[in-house]
């Protein structure tokens, strides 16, 4: 689970090195409660940076690689990845009850969170059609929470209504893509997850307070 503080997550899609990284989310790391991190992280730092980073930053950090492969490669994934000082990983429930629940067991073992995605903030509509299914597979295999889009508040006020408040929901999609800040709030998320309108903003950490603000004070 993510201790919520502020309600908001970071979506730290940078090509930066880890020095400019570091400086980057120590100046905002007291208005978020996650950072999230993924392919921008890989492809440019690699694993031994993204080691540096969760060394050098005491937050929680979210894996955002969208897993879905067979099982055998996703608890492979999912071992490396514990031991690159992730805390969470968000998963496609497109992969399948046979393909999730022996890795969302031996995240259980490893202290690993698992989001399930079951909607996107744009397109997903073979998602959108599976709603109610996906739900429910995630909340058979124990799941700590769902990714569900800021873009869509309809849908997150159904999960939020299937699933009580024993999960975590996390909400992309706010800003840039057209979310309201609040709006995922006010709907029955618990988090916001924002990238670019706070990552290219001139003042990123005024910018950051503003979504705090909105996340406590919710309305759509
Ligand atoms: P920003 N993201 C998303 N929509 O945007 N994980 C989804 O449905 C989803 C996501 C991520 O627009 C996206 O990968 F499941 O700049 C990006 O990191 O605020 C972030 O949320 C949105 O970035």
């Known amino acids: 689970m993510i201790t919520r503080h502020n309600g908001l997550i970071l979506a730290f899609d940078v090509d930066w090195d880890v020095e400019k990284s570091i400086a980057f989310l120590r100046g905002i790391a ?7 991190i993924g392919w921008f992280q890989l492809l440019n730092i690699g694993p031994s940076g993204i080691k540096e980073l969760t060394s050098s930053i005491e937050k929680y ?14 608890e492979y994934v999912i071992k490396r990845l514990k031991d690159l000082g992730i805390n969470g990983v968000i998963m496609h429930a497109a992969a ?3 393909n999730l629940s ?3 067991k031996l995240s259980h073992d490893l202290g690993i969170d698992i989001f399930l995605l079951i909607s996107m903030s744009s397109g997903g509509e073979l998602y959108d059609l599976n709603l109610d299914y996906n739900v429910r597979l995630g909340t058979e295999l ?6 569900v889009p800021a873009t869509k508040p309809y849908i997150i006020r159904r999960v939020r209504s299937m699933i009580g408040n024993n999960y975590q929901l ?3 999609g706010v800003g840039v893509q057209g979310g309201k800040p609040g709006c995922a709030t006010a709907s029955g ?11 290219n903003s001139y003042r990123p950490r005024d910018e950051a307070i503003n979504f ?9």
């Open 61 to 74: 950090f979210l894996a955002d690689i969208k897993l879905g492969d067979v099982a055998h490669i996703n």
């Open 142 to 147: 124990g799941v700590a929470g769902f990714i």
């Open 96 to 98: 399948g009850k046979e």
């Open 189 to 199: 998320a618990d988090f916001e997850i924002v990238g670019r309108s706070i990552i």
């Open 102 to 104: 022996s890795v969302v």
């Open 170 to 172: 996390l909400s992309p």
């Open 212 to 220: 705090v603000k909105a996340i406590n004070n919710p309305s759509c």
């Open 30 to 36: 007291d208005l978020i409660d996650a950072v999230k």
